[in-house]
């Protein structure tokens, strides 16, 4: 493939996103609020752009015209894309894209820490993704318990999703050493682990 075929394939990426937004008038106001926001960035990330405008064509039943319409909405349409735009990584995309839906399907959308899970997201690596992951179905234990080894650096993951709020260790000491802390879920990191990968 030549550069001017890879011009015209990333160039159609673009169109594609607005004949959508076009398909689906209440998301053409927030699809057109983020194109004069965006401007260069949507440009040149037009594929990146074109997956999040597929994301709002595939949940219609989520995105009514009545929440597409809300001013409060738009911004974090804008917001929530603008960092999509920047986000490097594929598996991470997808996460962000639920907890997207999830802000979405919020009944009160002012107070869902939208911003706050999209930076934790941005600042965790895939491994600490895939780690929490692992921890799907311990994130309402009361107790303390000690996470499983998957990779040389797991000790050095938990000790920085502790420093985001997603874990806590024990207070408690611990006779001898250990290799990983005893740790549990947080409230919020009981509410991130909900749109990880199931």
């Given at each position: ?99 997207f839906l999830g802000y979405t399907k919020a009944e009160d959308q002012e107070s869902f820490p939208l911003e ?75 509410q991130f682990i909900q749109y990880l990968e199931k």
């Amino acid at each position: 493939m030549d550069e001017k075929d890879k011009e015209i394939i990333k160039g159609s990426a673009l169109a594609i996103a607005d004949q959508i937004a076009s398909t689906i008038p209440p998301l053409s106001i927030a699809w057109g609020l983020a194109k004069a926001w965006l401007g260069a960035p949507l440009k040149l990330r037009q594929q990146k752009a074109l997956e999040w405008v597929e994301m709002v064509r595939d949940n219609l039943s989520d995105f009514t015209e009545e929440i597409l319409k809300n001013e409060k909405f738009q911004d974090g349409f804008v917001f929530a894309l603008e960092k999509y735009l920047q986000e490097r990584s594929e598996e991470k995309r997808r996460v962000f894209r639920r907890i997207f839906l999830g802000y979405t399907k919020a009944e009160d959308q002012e107070s869902f820490p939208l911003e706050k899970f999209l930076s934790v997201l941005n600042v965790l690596t895939l491994e600490e993704v895939r780690l929490l992951t692992q921890l799907r179905g311990k994130e309402n234990k009361e107790e303390y318990f000690q996470p499983p080894i998957i990779y040389p650096e797991t000790s050095e993951a938990i000790h920085h999703l502790i420093q985001n709020g997603i874990l806590i260790t024990d207070p408690n000491s611990r006779w001898g050493p250990i290799e990983v802390p005893f740790i549990r879920v947080t409230t919020f990191g009981r509410q991130f682990i909900q749109y990880l990968e199931k």
